[in-house]
Each structure stands twice: as C-alpha cells, then as structure tokens.
C-alpha cells in the first residue's frame, strides 16, 4: 500500500497515477503488436524495478509473462527517452506520456492501465503558506483536475 500521510507535515493528493505500455511507431512497423503477450517480443524497459510489468502483464491476461529482463531505469523521463529512441517498450505514467503520444513520438498499443499510486503536494501546513504559494496549490490543484 503506498503512503498517503507523513509525519509532521500535511498532504493532499493532486492526481491518481495510471500506468500503461508505450512503444516508438518505427518498433511496430518492424515488428507489430496485435496481442498483449505480443509486447514480449520487445525489449521491456523498467522504471525503479522489474516488478510492475508483470502486474499490467496479469491484468492484460498473460499470467505467464518473463519479465524480467531489459534495463532498468532511473526515472520516467529515462523509461520516456528510451523508448522514444526505439530501445523497446516502456511502461510509464499515462500524464507524463501524453504529450509524446499527442505528438506521434510514441503510441500506446493497448488502452490498458494499472493504477500506481498518486501525486501528492505536501507542506508543513498550508494555512501557513503566504498568499503566492497559495495560488500555486490551488492552481496547480485545478491544472491537475483537468489533466
């Protein structure tokens, strides 16, 4: 279960996080996915750990997806960049792909996601924030509810 709370400070959550698969269009022209099981034949990227593919492999059906192999990954931007340049498929946060998607940098092969935590903002206490951080978490709060 991922922390929601933290001690001495308050949080409130900003955005749920949904993961999905992500792969360059020049990867499915050379070598195309029809299927779930289908995204085994490329190079899986990893971010932090080998670990979440095989949950999005178990709610896609594949009960018996190897996952583990291909590189692992710092963070989203990385998994991002990699796959971008052809490296394989990666399996990254559905906000932060988006705009590579909007623009045909990437495409999502299968509408599935899993759900992978939240977004928090956190301070010590926001009654306490001046008048400009204020704006900033409550426009941020509003961006984030469209998003």
């Given at each position: 279960?991922?922390?929601?709370?933290?001690?001495?400070?308050?949080?409130?959550?900003l955005?749920?996080v949904d993961?999905?698969?992500?792969?360059?269009?020049?990867?499915?022209?050379?070598?195309?996915?029809?299927?779930?099981?289908?995204l085994?034949?490329?190079?899986?990227?990893?971010?932090d750990s080998?670990?979440?593919w095989?949950?999005?492999?178990a709610?896609a059906?594949?009960?018996?997806?190897?996952?583990?192999?291909?590189?692992?990954?710092?963070?989203?931007?990385?998994?991002?960049?990699?796959?971008m340049?052809?490296?394989?498929?990666?399996?990254?946060?559905?906000?932060?792909?988006a705009?590579?998607i909007a623009?045909?940098?990437l495409?999502?092969?299968?509408?599935?996601t899993?759900?992978?935590?939240?977004?928090?903002?956190?301070t010590?206490?926001?009654?306490l924030?001046?008048?400009?951080?204020?704006a900033?978490?409550?426009?941020?709060?509003?961006?984030?509810?469209?998003?």
């Amino acid at each position: 279960l991922a922390t929601t709370q933290w001690p001495r400070v308050e949080s409130r959550p900003l955005v749920a996080v949904d993961i999905g698969p992500v792969i360059a269009p020049a990867r499915l022209t050379e070598n195309p996915v029809t299927t779930p099981r289908d995204l085994l034949r490329h190079p899986l990227l990893h971010e932090d750990s080998r670990d979440i593919w095989q949950q999005w492999f178990a709610a896609a059906g594949v009960t018996d997806a190897e996952t583990n192999h291909g590189p692992v990954y710092g963070d989203c931007g990385l998994t991002l960049q990699a796959a971008m340049r052809n490296r394989g498929t990666a399996l990254v946060d559905t906000l932060f792909s988006a705009e590579d998607i909007a623009a045909g940098r990437l495409v999502r092969p299968f509408a599935l996601t899993v759900p992978y935590g939240a977004y928090f903002i956190v301070t010590r206490r926001f009654d306490l924030l001046p008048e400009a951080e204020t704006a900033f978490v409550t426009w941020l709060q509003a961006r984030l509810a469209t998003s």
